[in-house]
């Protein structure tokens, strides 16, 4: 590697806005995050999936087959 060309890679702290902190290594000293593993929804288990206008059930209507006419 060439030297005095590359960035100075240092210690780090990444701040998220629910008041995490992570210690890590970078060319960056400090950065600050909105979301992180902590406060996620989908890492903390408290993401949800919530079919308010009942989705499913309309396009279950819409596309389902019609049974045949009896004679």
């Known amino acids: ?4 060309i590359h960035p100075k890679y240092n210690d780090a702290t990444i701040s998220c806005a629910c008041g ?3 210690k890590t290594r970078s060319t960056v ?5 909105n979301t992180c ?6 890492f903390t288990g ?12 309309r396009f279950n209507k819409r ?4 049974a045949a006419a009896k004679k």
């Open 46 to 57: 408290q993401a949800k999936f919530i079919d308010t206008e009942g989705r499913v059930d």
């Open 37 to 42: 593993a902590a406060c996620h929804p989908y």
């Open 63 to 66: 596309y389902a087959r019609k």
């Open 29 to 33: 000293k400090s950065m600050n995050i």
């Open 20 to 22: 995490h902190v992570l």
């Open 1 to 4: 590697m060439k030297k005095e």
